[in-house]
């Protein structure tokens, strides 16, 4: 879809030369994205390139305030639903079948149609989806999971591949909470580079963050260790168990109000002492 | 990837079958528990509920798992809605109940009975307003009641088990509901919603419900409905919320008004 900006009309007293007339038939096209393009971003607020073109289209604008306030009335919606269990609920291998996409069309069709009408099931539907994100899918190192970029993510992958450790002496370690001056990260404080024993991890505080996530990744990549907490510090527990002379990385995000986040850097740190 | 604990439990060993198992699995569970609650003895009883489960019976689930297993497919999405079966079960109906009633006394009175009727019994909230008014005798609109709603929620949602209250209470009520709305009037809006729906076919209605409503990932939708790419999901999204919009204008209603 485009749209031609009007060309301009000379007065009489304006001769028109052959230059002016060139820029008249020159037309100026505005490419606007595809409808659906405009969904992500009016209701997720992630596309930065339907972001900038909306800054100077009103056609576009327009239809991303619009999009959210029929978003909202099926959101509306969610008062009215139950999330008890009936007999037609599904069981966690359906579940699990539909969030990783094994289902057939004819095998889809009754779970996408119970679905239609579950809100207990259609939770556990995201929620499974969000978990397998967000947790390690083995913890046993295996083939699959030693490709950084899967659970560290290609930016983190960069940073480790830079090898922090060790920093020595430019280590921040301040535990002073820094001006507010945007969303900030935390700090990890502790530990780093060689330790004897890791009984706990210590980071620096975030104004105005309410809750920390702290994971901590072998040299595999695997996660060993997640845990969500109000705390800058956090006790490792002892089924989390950590070998010694090998190493092992952590990092912590800061989640503040409104849902803003802001993580570490990767730090790495290698047990040298007996484990407990 | 194999699973090395199936052939051992097909061979009748089923001890076997479970240490492969757990020394597989161990941190995949530690690690969705966690995400419920972070307090450390909670996650331990919980670990030790999804152990008792899944040996429970014969090894009944783990060997419903082996039989539908497929090679080199992963069962790591299976564990995690395992976990979170169990982790809110245990809290809604075993050891854990008491904590989540620990929750619910730290409240005021109405915000506590909210508590009990939409984060442990999971009624939804029409019904929790629809209980307040004939069982407790509470006098408020239901746009009062949104909003007491809305302050059990935060107060809920604000310990160290945040996780875990949203999967049992489900997500908060929409902002934008009109606090002078009542109960049937939403009753009203739900059918000219679902008519404006109508035309899209039951896929693509779920797409729209597990993107709009449940904040589902788009390239996840796309997966578990089989859609080519997001781009799909995204064109249903379109072409559903511009139905609606149309529906609702011919109805006289426009957005701003509800």
């Not at chain 2, 783990?62 to 039989?67: G, S, V």
Request: glycine share 6%; proline share 6%; hydrophobic share 40%.
């Amino acid at each position: 879809m485009t749209c031609d900006a009007a060309a301009s009309s000379a007065g009489p007293s304006v001769r028109t030369t052959g230059s002016m007339l060139q820029l008249i038939k020159r037309r100026v096209r505005m490419t606007h994205p595809d409808p659906e393009s405009l969904v992500p971003h009016a209701l997720r607020g992630d596309d930065p390139v339907v972001a900038r073109h909306v800054q100077s289209c009103d056609t576009c604008r327009a239809e991303v305030e619009r999009l959210p306030q029929s978003a909202g009335l099926l959101r509306q919606q969610r008062v009215s639903a139950s999330r008890g269990e009936t007999p037609q609920c599904l069981d966690e291998i359906a579940i699990a079948d539909f969030v990783d996409g094994r289902l057939d069309a004819d095998a889809r069709a009754p779970v996408v149609a119970h679905l239609l009408t579950c809100a207990r099931c259609r939770a556990a539907v995201v929620d499974a989806g969000r978990a397998v994100r967000e947790v390690s899918l083995t913890g046993t190192g295996s083939a699959a999971w030693r490709r950084w970029s899967i659970p560290l993510g290609a930016a983190a992958a960069a940073v480790l591949l830079l090898a922090l450790w060790p920093r020595g002496g430019a280590d921040r370690g301040d535990l002073r909470e820094p001006p507010i001056t945007g969303t900030i990260a935390p700090v990890p404080v502790s530990p780093r580079n060689a330790v004897i024993h890791v009984d706990q991890v210590v980071w620096t505080s975030v104004p105005r963050a309410e809750q920390y996530r702290v994971r901590m990744f072998d040299g595999q990549g695997s996660v060993v260790w997640t845990v969500e907490t109000p705390d800058t510090a956090a006790a490792l527990p002892t089924t989390v168990r950590l070998t010694r002379g090998l190493h092992y990385f952590w990092r912590v995000e800061a989640e503040t109000d409104y849902h803003r986040t802001a993580a570490s850097d990767l730090v790495e740190f290698e047990v040298t002492g007996h484990e407990p | 990837m194999e699973e090395p604990w199936i052939a051992p439990l097909e061979a009748d060993d089923p001890e076997a079958a479970w240490d492969l198992f757990i020394e597989r699995y161990r941190r995949l569970i530690f690690g969705a528990i966690r995400r419920y609650t972070a307090e450390h003895d909670e996650v331990m009883d919980v670990f030790a509920r999804v152990c008792e489960a899944l040996r429970e019976n014969d090894f009944t689930r783990l060997r419903r798992c082996a039989a539908h297993v497929e090679p080199g497919r992963p069962i790591s999405t299976w564990i995690v809605a395992v976990v979170r079966n169990l982790t809110i079960d245990w809290f809604r109906h075993r050891d854990g109940r008491p904590r989540l009633s620990a929750v619910a006394d730290a409240l005021p009175p109405t915000r506590k009975q909210i508590f009990l009727y939409v984060f442990v019994e999971q009624r939804s909230h029409v019904e929790a307003y629809e209980l307040l008014r004939s069982r407790d005798g509470a006098e408020l609109s239901f746009g009062e009641f949104l909003k007491e709603l809305n302050e059990t929620y935060r107060a809920a949602g604000a310990g160290r088990r945040g996780r875990l209250v949203e999967e049992l209470g489900g997500d908060a009520p929409e902002i934008a509901v009109d606090p002078n709305v009542e109960p049937a009037e939403l009753g009203e809006q739900q059918r000219a919603l679902a008519a404006a729906l109508e035309s899209l076919s039951p896929e693509d209605r779920l797409a729209v419900q597990l993107y709009v409503v449940d904040g589902m990932p788009a390239d996840q939708v796309a997966r578990a409905l089989g859609y080519p790419g997001t781009k799909t999901v995204y064109n249903r999204v379109y072409r559903a919320l511009a139905a609606v919009r149309s529906r609702l204008e011919q109805a006289g209603i426009k957005a701003g008004d509800l």
